[in-house]
């Protein structure tokens, strides 16, 4: 299976990508993780992205707050898909990177997810792998299942409690 490849542009951005690495694991999707930022070590974001295709990955991931360059730049560097999440790390809450991440230039696209999406950006990764990977559709077929099943888990004590 292709990995994903996924970029922070600081380590204190972490904690979001920890749900995408749970996500990730929860679901037996290889992925390598890495802090190059957009700003800070250009170089190494660049050429982490040019390399990307021929290293296996089959799908980028980048996480970056307040000016968040990181995702439109592996994009710029990249034919592969690139799904961008905005961190919220500064007293903006996160609309500063919201908006630097999904202003992207006509021709090079970047996939955006929600402010802090980290679970939303790997399942859309495993999403475009399950294009060519029947096993891994069927994982997120069940997945989905699941998630429906508690659901209405959670309507069935709610509707026990209010509609006497
Ligand atoms: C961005 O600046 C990073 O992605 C992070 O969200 C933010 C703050 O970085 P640090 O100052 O914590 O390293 O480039």
């Known amino acids: 299976m292709k990995k994903v ?29 890495h802090v190059y930022s957009a700003h800070r070590t250009p170089e190494e974001a660049r050429i982490f ?19 968040a360059h990181l995702a439109g730049a592996v994009a710029a560097n990249t034919t592969l898909p690139v799904i961008g999440i905005p ?24 996939a955006t997810v929600a402010i802090n999406g980290g679970a939303n950006a790997a399942l859309l990764a495993a999403q475009i792998l399950a ?8 994982r997120l077929d069940a997945k989905r299942a699941a998630d429906s099943a508690a659901v209405l888990e959670k309507d069935a004590k709610i509707s026990a409690e209010f509609n006497k």
């Open 5 to 33: 490849g996924i970029v922070m542009g600081s380590d204190s951005d972490l904690p979001i990508i920890k749900k995408a690495t749970d996500m990730l694991e929860s679901l037996n999707i290889p992925f390598e993780v």
């Open 49 to 67: 992205s040019k390399t990307a295709r021929e290293r296996g990955f089959g799908v980028l991931i980048a996480a970056a707050g307040m000016a």
């Open 87 to 110: 961190c919220k790390s500064s007293n903006l809450d996160g609309m500063d990177a919201l908006l630097s991440t999904v202003q992207m230039p006509s021709g090079i696209p970047v």
């Open 131 to 138: 294009v060519e990977d029947k096993e891994l559709a069927s």
